[in-house]
């Protein structure tokens, strides 16, 4: 007789469907499920957090279209996982979460660290299960975007393996075109349109659309936006590029084709005043339930984004936009008028920095084909305009959900990538010092595996804007700082590099830009280790002035 184990048939079963990593905190009853995943050949690294851990795994799926495992305890250990796993359904992306819960025998009965697992995940997943047996198992482990609850006394049962039911590796899902009809009535609007733009979103990355959005682009000369993740499907300094107009696009355009985008806060919704009320949108999606959100679609295209693309190109090849029309012309004057203001906050030499100050000397120096992972308030949003993204899903930031803390689980599952594949790309992860505080733990995970990412803290001493360290003390004195220190203030300098360096990675304060330019070159040059850069800016640093300064910055 064949005897296998619980914890052996769930990593068979993950192995099957193409699994090969792992992430997550190990604890009774989970333990030998780790061990065995690895037996199997899955990469197992050990995270400090289940929810930095569930981050990881859900960036494995989008990086490479294969979901990855986040292995976590019973009770609150799922329940911190359950962050993660929103951000993943938020963002359409897929994850398995494996959670160990109470033995069969002693379900309500007040177990250790008993909750209704499956019933709290069915909000966050396509799929939730307990298996019943041993020989279920496999089958529930087929749905790749799933929780899957195991009983503490089936990890260590056995069973023979003839009783079990296989299941083979789930296949990809059928690539399916739009309607003909809605084809032609697309192209019908494009050919009329004065004012044409292309809205590229994370869903064309996700889809690997990227030469067939090339190709559209390119053939009809229509100006395109990147949405954040959308950046790097085509490169940011493409000539059709109009990133830097952004606004004024937006609010201008008389028809826009949405690929892979929702009009959600992301887009201001598609409302006025941001866009034009009589603006017609051709709306690109693979799920029916995304169409016509918030602005009736003119044309509704559902199907694969790539196979899409084609069929418009198949229709609209013989036309092309005029370059030279009033269109091409506004916008340029926009982006150069936006690219002289950002210019000048980018070159001025006070001291300490400001975000266009850092930012345009990162931009210097960062590879082009680097991972470019981002978060914060004001440094995810400046830094979305200032570090240009060359190549597709080579941006990871807060995405759909606005999720604070991500980015520390997706460097590590960046690096983990990019170590096993062993490319030479880069993973540089900059962080505000607000979103840093998050995860900042897990640098500890990024020593342990000689992870050579890359974190640049830009430190402005708060959430949004914070205060300097005189101002700080003259508040201390002031008598109870929980009363008097504002909501948005954090402590000022603090010591961030410090934390890497207790793991044996390189820290660097950076005050000035020669300290800056210095330490990330080194960084950059040394593949052995992780580093972390703290750049200490001005507390009162803010972005450039909008257009529409009534809006939030979540808006913008």
């Not at 044409?196 to 682009?217: N, S």
């Not at 995860?439 to 000689?450: F, P």
Request: proline share 6%; with cysteine.
């Amino acid at each position: 007789m064949d005897e296998v184990t619980g914890a052996q048939l769930i990593a068979e079963a993950l192995k099957s469907q193409n699994v090969e990593y792992m992430f997550g905190i190990v604890g009774v009853p989970i333990i030998e499920v780790a061990m065995a995943a690895q037996a199997a050949g899955i990469k197992y690294v050990g995270m400090r957090n289940e929810q930095a851990a569930c981050y990881a795994a859900s960036a494995i799926g989008y990086l490479t279209g294969r979901p990855a495992v986040c292995l976590v305890v019973s009770g609150p250990g799922l329940i911190h996982a359950l962050g993660g796993m929103a951000n993943a359904n938020m963002n359409c992306w897929p994850v398995i979460v494996i959670g160990g819960s109470s033995d069969r025998n002693q379900e309500t009965t007040g177990a250790f660290q008993e909750f209704p697992q499956v019933e709290a995940c069915r909000l966050y997943s396509k799929f939730s299960a307990r298996p019943s047996s041993l020989e279920m198992i496999p089958a529930v482990l087929e749905c790749l975007s799933s929780y899957i609850d195991i009983a503490g006394d089936m990890v260590n049962a056995k069973i023979d393996r003839a009783n079990v039911r296989f299941v083979s590796c789930c296949p990809a899902p059928p690539v399916s075109q739009a309607d003909s009809r809605e084809i032609t009535q697309a192209v019908r609007l494009l050919r009329a349109a004065q004012r044409p733009l292309i809205i590229i979103g994370k869903g064309a990355a996700y889809a690997r659309a990227e030469k067939e959005v090339r190709e559209l682009v390119e053939v009809t000369g229509i100006p395109f936006l990147p949405t954040p993740m959308g950046k790097g499907v085509l490169p940011d300094d493409h000539p059709n590029c109009v990133a830097a107009a952004r606004s004024r696009a937006l609010l201008q355009a008389d028809v826009i084709v949405l690929l892979g985008a929702r009009l959600n806060w992301i887009l201001h919704f598609g409302f006025p005043p941001r866009f034009s009320p009589h603006v017609k949108i051709i709306q690109v999606d693979l799920c029916a339930e995304e169409l016509s959100n918030n602005v009736r679609a003119a044309s509704a295209l559902l199907g694969d984004i790539g196979a899409v693309v084609r069929q418009l190109l198949e229709t609209v090849r013989s036309w092309r936009f005029p370059s030279d029309s009033q269109w091409w012309l506004t916008l340029k004057e926009k982006m150069t008028a936006n690219a002289q203001i950002s210019k000048s906050l980018a070159l001025r030499s006070t001291l300490p920095m400001n975000y266009y100050t850092a930012f345009h000397h990162i931009s210097e120096l960062l590879p082009k084909d680097c991972i470019i992972v981002s978060e914060g308030a004001n440094t995810m949003d400046i830094g979305r305009t200032m570090l240009l993204n060359y190549l597709p899903r080579h941006r990871l930031d807060a995405g759909t959900f606005g999720t604070m803390g991500v980015g520390p689980g997706f460097a590590i599952a960046a690096g983990v990538l990019e170590q096993t594949q062993k490319s030479a790309q880069r993973v540089v992860c900059i962080e505000g010092d607000s979103a840093f505080g998050f995860s900042g733990m897990e640098v500890e995970t990024m020593c342990r595996y000689k992870l050579p990412v890359i974190i640049i803290v830009i430190n402005n001493n708060g959430i949004y804007s914070g205060v300097d360290p005189k101002t700080w003390k003259e508040m201390e004195k002031m008598g109870d700082m929980t009363t008097i220190a504002p909501p948005v203030t954090l402590l000022p300098e603090a010591r961030y590099e410090q934390v890497m360096s207790a793991f044996g990675g390189r820290g660097y304060l950076v005050r000035t830009v020669e300290e800056l330019r210095s330490a990330l070159q080194e960084s950059l040059n040394n593949t052995q280790m992780p580093s972390l850069l703290n750049v200490l800016i001005d507390p009162a640093s803010d972005r450039k002035q909008q257009e529409f300064p009534w809006l939030t910055r979540a808006n913008l």
